[in-house]
């Protein structure tokens, strides 16, 4: 299973970017998928989670800017990112946690994607 994500990019502060991330393979069921971003120096921090059953959890600094959501069916998670700051810049990660995969129905642990560079300019 791996995760593919896109919609990255350079944007000007206030602007938006959308975020995809898409599992491939074998992929029956995730219970967790999210975004997590770092900046150089700094440790990986998440930005927003989403359960198989649609809860979702922001951090403070991106809550009523950034929406988090999920697509089941297509094993794809999105995050709409709107009201941009410059220290929103960072690579974003996407994530994965529980993953069943078929046809045996091994369960992953956790899954990460490979990151998505967004920049944001002042």
């Known amino acids: 299973v791996q995760l593919v994500e896109s919609g990255g990019g350079l944007v000007q502060a206030g602007g938006s970017l959308r975020l995809s991330c898409a599992a491939s393979?074998?992929?029956?069921?995730?219970?967790?998928m999210g975004w997590y971003r770092q900046t150089p120096g700094n440790q990986r921090e998440s930005v927003a989670i989403?359960?198989?059953?649609?809860?979702?959890n922001y951090a403070d600094s991106v809550k009523g800017r950034f929406t988090i959501s999920r697509d089941n069916a297509k094993n794809t998670v999105y995050l709409q990112m709107n009201s941009l700051l410059p220290e929103d810049t960072a690579v974003y990660y996407c994530?994965?946690?529980?993953?069943?995969?078929?046809?045996?129905?091994?369960?992953?642990?956790?899954?990460w994607g490979q990151g998505t560079l967004v920049t944001v300019s002042s």
């Open positions: 994530y994965a946690r529980g993953v069943l995969t078929g046809p045996l129905g091994i369960r992953l642990p956790e899954v």
């Open positions: 989403i359960t198989s059953g649609d809860s979702t």
């Open positions: 393979g074998s992929t029956l069921r995730i219970d967790v």
